[in-house]
Structures are given as C-alpha cells and as structure tokens.
C-alpha cells in the first residue's frame, strides 16, 4: 500500500524516521509531502494513495474526490476539525486522530503561557506568580487532565468544566456551570475541540465575568473564540488578557489596540515537540498498519 505523509508544517525528522521503519518494516511504501505550499501539490499526491497521515493539513472535500484510492486519513494529533468527516465517510474512507498523543505537550505549553503572561511577557516590571491562583479548566480530556496535574504541582488551586462526568473526575473540584468558571478562576485553560456547538462559545458574556487580572487561556482553536467578543472584553476590561496558540483573524489589529494584553505565538506549536511529533507520527503509522493487517479501526471517528 502506499502510504503518503503530508505535512505543511513537517514532522523532526526523527519522527519521519520512526514512521518509515513502521511503514516499510509492514510491507508498505511511504511517500512524503513536506512543506507544501500549494493545494495542487496535495491533490497530485494523494491521487493514488492508499493511506494519508496529516497534521493541520486541510483535508477538503476536493482533497477527497482527488484521491481514488484512499481508504484511511489518520490526522496525527487531536483535533480533526481538518479533515471533511462527511466526504470521507460518503467515500467509505475511514478517519482516525490519535488521542492524547501529543497532549503532553501542549499542556506543558498552556502552563508555559500562563508564566508568560504573569511575567509581563518577560519584560521589565513587577510580575505574579501562578502559585495560590485558580486556574479553571474547559474541557477535561487527555490535554485538560495533563494540564490540571502540572498546574496543582505549581500550587495552584484547579477547577474542571466538563459536560462528560466519569470516574476519574470525581477527584477534582468541578463546576457544573460555565459562567462560575469564569467567574472565579484567575485564568482559564480552553481544551475543547471545535464542533458546530464549541465554535464561537467562549463569548463576551463568559470572558468578561473573568475576576480582575484575569487570563484566557487557549491552546485549542481560534474558532472558539467570539472575536467581536473578545475586543469588547479587552477594551472595557484593561486588565484582562488573552494568550493563544492559534492568532485570531484579526490578530495585527488587536495587537495594536490592545498591545500587552494579548498575545499569539507566530506559529501554532502546542504539539511541536520532538517528543508529540514521534509519539503521533509513529502512532498514526501503526494504526495504519494495523488497519491494514487486521481491519482495525480503534481510533476511527466518522462512525
Ligand atoms: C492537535 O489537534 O493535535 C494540535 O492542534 C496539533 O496540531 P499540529 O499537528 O498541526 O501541530
């Protein structure tokens, strides 16, 4: 089978590696597409794979029709709002993520971002510590529990919003109640997935209940943010801030206006870790194999 690897932003090459000893080992051809820069590029690639491995590569309707002999997409990370889930499964082609994979790292960098921005974005002047603050935590999944453990070790004070309750959050201090997060938690850590019900929630209403000082937090998708909401909050609350991943659309704007109060890394690099990029790279690679071998389909999401 031919198994094509397309990456826009590139696995380390150790990752790269690892994939193609699990690819090759298992009797299958890898093909890689790195740092593409056109859509052309990916249409004429995928057209005879059997297999395709992507991160935040947009795999479009068009991606799809393109493709004649795809029967397996594994997006190597956690979200797969990337990918067209009707147009694959309208095309019996099977999609995987890889949960948790990469979680580790972006959890270290959502608490990296809350020292960031307590340190005045590691420019002269008075700062504050995360120890003694309470940090709410949106969304309680493989990346929400990774960063409530790290932020109790730094001595903060953690509460969970999740809408699944199981066993293992019965541990934790939680809230039923969105607008209570908000409210009282000094910064708030964002970990949802963008579904039609996610995108545009975090709203004015919520992050201008946010005490004084306050800090959002997301490591998630600009899509959740309500941008119109977002400026309005940070101009009527100067002391409010907001740190993310994934720059809004308007980011070169906000950052003039509202300058120290918000800040986008250039690049979204939650999951760009030598580490996430073997631990995903690798299992996407396998669960290739495996469905391949035996028909697996564990991690498989357009059910
Ligand atoms: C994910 O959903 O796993 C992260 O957003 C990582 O995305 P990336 O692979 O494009 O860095």
New binding site residues.
């Given amino acids: 089978m031919k198994i094509l690897v397309a990456?826009e932003?590139p696995f380390a090459a150790v990752a790269v590696n690892g994939i193609r000893e699990i690819v090759e080992n298992a009797g299958h051809e890898l093909c890689l597409l790195e740092r593409y820069t056109e859509k052309a590029q990916l249409l004429e690639a995928v057209a005879d794979a059997d297999a395709l491995i992507v991160?935040?590569?947009k795999v479009t309707e068009e991606v799809v029709a393109a493709a004649k002999n795809l029967k397996i997409v594994v997006?190597?990370?956690?979200?797969?709002?990337?990918v067209d889930l009707k147009a694959c499964t309208e095309k019996d082609i099977v999609v995987e993520?890889?949960p948790g994979?990469?979680a580790n790292a972006?959890a270290e960098l959502a608490i990296g971002m809350m020292i960031y921005m307590s340190r005045n974005q590691f420019t002269p002047g008075t700062g504050s510590e995360l120890s003694g603050k309470r940090l709410g935590i949106q969304g309680f999944g493989n990346i929400g529990q990774l960063v409530a453990k790290k932020a109790v070790a730094l001595g903060m004070d953690v509460v969970i919003y999740t809408n699944e309750v199981k066993e293992k959050h019965q541990r934790w201090k939680a809230t039923f109640s969105l607008e209570h997060l908000y409210s009282s938690c000094d910064f708030v850590s964002i970990n949802i997935?963008a579904t039609p019900f996610t995108v545009g929630s975090v709203n004015y209403n919520l992050f201008s209940k946010m005490p004084k000082g306050g800090c959002l937090v997301n490591?998630?998708?600009k899509e959740i943010i309500c941008e119109d909401g977002l400026e309005q909050a940070l101009s009527e609350r100067p002391d409010l801030k907001y740190v993310t991943?994934?720059a809004p659309t308007r980011y070169a704007e906000l950052k003039e206006k509202f300058g120290k109060q918000i800040f986008a890394t250039p690049k979204?690099?939650?999951?760009?870790t030598g580490e996430?990029?073997i631990n995903?790279g690798l299992a996407a690679a396998q669960q290739i194999c495996d469905f391949f071998e035996t028909g697996s389909t564990k991690f498989r999401v357009n059910k």
């Fill in positions: 990456t932003k991160r935040s590569d997006r190597a990370g956690s979200g797969y709002d990337n993520n890889t994979q990469n972006v997935p490591t998630s998708r991943d994934i979204k690099q939650g999951a760009e996430a990029n995903a």
